[in-house]
């Protein structure tokens, strides 16, 4: 069994190795640009059968050439080049997944579904922890509701013991979380995708602890593009996506944005373009660099939530569903985990037939959720679902 990670960085690394760790023996192709780097998670891996691909994913051919022989293409790349990963992994014929699309992109790749469904092929569109985790606890929540009114999704995560820190570190893509912050968010509501202002949709969500209650607000995300597709014969007239992060990350993110630092268009500098929300990255990694604390052991704690409410029998119902992960680190990395791990399991179902429907579609329309939160349990993964029923 021959799986392809298209991207090194962080997250490619979370993919690869819940994969090495859960399947011990599979076969991985490891392509980036960067050779080095590449190498490095090859050995980190430590799969004799690991081969090192340097490449442009960019570059449709010959990432198709790189990824020959793989059953299924794990593309945990920047978002920006998902429709270039798809499309070579239609030529190398291999089943496709990756971890979301930021709405906008998701709906350009689903137009490729037509082509992965003649081809006998499956394409997974945001299999991570949200989208993705997200999607197939909304599944999970709606099997049982005979009419689905409204699916809301949410994330919010806490590290109650970290020590105080001057060192900024977000917990995931500064880039992502720019836009996040930057850009309209386009929701489904009253039937209908609608754009929000940032920072809209403002509301007070209760998470188990010890998260607890947690302001949310609307985000550019991707559960939007596709969970309304996936509902509609249930007559779904709502579907958002909320996301919480702690006042003082929250309050520093709207600094940034607000003094342009997310925007990605160039701006000249002494005679140099580049783009803000690039140098605000490049300045992150570089003020972090050498001042990891590394000795300093904390836990963290993050959740998924989905509330799916409509009717059983004429009665209205409602089914919430917490998926709650706890990691403990110098520090902690709560945010690969939860993306990493459902993107690996989905990655070893599609390897092995258990989750396949050709076409391009959300995580909820592929995989079973019964099995996924199966395999997520036996990783210590805390899932509740709780059910409520109008008298």
Request: aromatic fraction near 6%.
């Amino acid at each position: 069994m021959r799986i392809g990670i298209v991207g090194a960085g962080a997250m490619g690394a979370f993919v690869a190795r819940e994969i090495v760790r859960s399947a011990p023996g599979t076969e991985l192709a490891i392509v980036d640009a960067d050779g080095e780097r590449a190498a490095r998670l090859a050995a980190l891996c430590a799969q004799p059968t690991s081969a090192v691909q340097v490449c442009d994913a960019a570059d449709v051919g010959a990432l198709a050439g790189a990824l020959r022989g793989c059953a299924v293409v794990a593309n945990a790349a920047q978002y920006e080049i998902n429709l270039e990963v798809m499309q070579a992994a239609l030529r190398a014929g291999a089943h496709y997944l990756d971890l979301g699309g930021m709405f906008h992109m998701t709906r350009r790749q689903l137009a490729l579904a037509p082509e992965f469904e003649r081809a006998g092929l499956t394409a997974i569109l945001g299999i991570g922890a949200a989208p993705g985790l997200s999607n197939v606890l909304a599944r999970h929540a709606c099997q049982a509701l005979e009419r689905v009114e409204s699916i809301a999704a949410s994330f919010a995560a806490a590290a109650p013991d970290a020590p105080p820190t001057e060192v900024f570190a977000p917990p995931y893509s500064i880039r992502t979380i720019m836009q996040e912050f930057c850009e309209d968010s386009m929701q489904f509501l009253e039937g209908e995708i609608t754009a929000q202002p940032p920072l809209a949709g403002r509301r007070t969500i209760e998470f188990p602890a010890p998260i607890g209650a947690v302001d949310c607000v609307y985000t550019l995300h991707s559960e939007p593009a596709t969970l309304p597709l996936t509902f509609r014969d249930k007559g779904v007239r709502e579907v958002t996506w909320r996301l919480g992060l702690p006042p003082a990350l929250e309050a520093q993110i709207a600094a940034f944005a607000a003094a342009g630092l997310g925007r990605s268009r160039p701006l000249a500098v002494a005679g140099t373009a580049i783009a803000p929300v690039e140098f605000l990255a490049a300045c992150i990694d570089d003020n972090a660099r050498g001042q990891r604390r590394d000795g300093v052991r904390f836990s963290e704690f993050g959740c998924v939530r989905v509330e799916a409410r409509g009717v059983i029998g004429e009665r209205a119902t409602e089914v919430a569903i917490d998926c709650l992960y706890r990691d403990e680190g110098a520090p902690p990395e709560v945010a690969g985990v939860m993306t990493g791990t459902p993107a690996a399991i989905a990655a070893l179902m599609l390897a092995r037939g258990e989750a396949t429907r050709p076409g391009a579609h959300g995580a909820e329309a592929v995989v079973p959720s019964e099995s996924m939160i199966r395999e997520l349990r036996q990783r210590a993964f805390s899932i509740v679902r709780t059910v409520r029923t109008a008298l």
